[in-house]
T-cell receptor
Framework: EDQVTQSPEALRLQEGESSSLNCSYT??????LFWYRQDPGKGPEFLFT???AGEEKEKERLKATLTKKESFLHITAPKPEDSATYLC?????????FGKGTKLTVNP | KAGVTQTPRYLIKTRGQQVTLSCSPI?????VSWYQQTPGQGLQFLFE???????NKGNFPGRFSGRQFSNSRSEMNVSTLELGDSALYLC???????????FGSGTQLSVL
């Protein structure tokens, strides 16, 4: 059965304190791995797509990496506005299988 | 460019009733997907439509149904509502290939 597991469930950081979020997956026929950010009361907002092991993508303070079994979202020197729930999803056919997310809180 | 629009934003229904949710995709997008989000289960795939045809369906009972119109707008219907159907229902659109989804803000459904 296809599974996506994210850890930790929740993470509290001080402003400027770098850390990483983990997404491990077991899926056959992976077509892509996606990272989304979701703010309260809103739908998920696209961040990155990764397609093959070894691929990396960066956007501002965020960097996503991919191996054959997991992906990491590295957050460098986070700011309070980075507080959100970060969702990982793997694409299989025309659907996404989501993890339950990591709720990140960055304190000033 | 307008984003994905979902209406209504909030709905309160009672058990046994039925409900219809609406989704207008980004202009030019031909694929519309629906997801259910709950605190316990996270986001779960309901179904996906492309050019008025359902291409993929998740593991939900037949009470959940959908359709897509020729202008790519989509509706989702839930019949005989149960308490467990209370959730945020999210619609997402894309061009239709192996690319990113754009999500709407969702419809928050509460079943009493």
């Amino acid at each position: 059965e296809d599974q996506v597991t994210q850890s930790p469930e929740a993470l509290r950081l001080q402003e400027g304190e770098s850390s990483s979020l983990n997404c491990s997956y077991t899926v056959s026929g992976l077509r892509g791995l996606f990272w989304y950010r979701q703010d309260p009361g809103k739908g998920p907002e696209f961040l990155f797509t990764l397609y093959s092991a070894g691929e990396e993508k960066e956007k501002e303070r965020l960097k996503a990496t991919l191996t054959k079994k997991e992906s990491f979202l590295h957050i460098t020197a986070p700011k309070p506005e980075d507080s959100a729930t970060y969702l990982c999803a793997v694409q299989k056919t025309e659907k996404l299988v989501f993890g339950k997310g990591t709720k990140l809180t960055v304190n000033p | 460019k307008a984003g994905v629009t979902q209406t209504p934003r909030y709905l309160i229904k009672t058990r046994g009733q039925q409900v219809t949710l609406s989704c207008s995709p980004i202009s030019g997008h031909r694929s519309v997907s629906w997801y259910q989000q709950t605190p316990g289960q996270g986001l779960q795939f309901l179904f996906e439509y492309f050019s008025e045809t359902q291409r993929n369906k998740g593991n939900f009972p037949g009470r959940f149904s959908g359709r897509q119109f020729s202008n790519s707008r989509s509706e989702m219907n839930v019949s005989t509502l149960e308490l467990g159907d209370s959730a945020l229902y999210l619609c997402a659109s894309s061009l239709g290939g192996n690319e990113k989804l754009f999500f709407g803000s969702g419809t928050q459904l509460s079943v009493l």
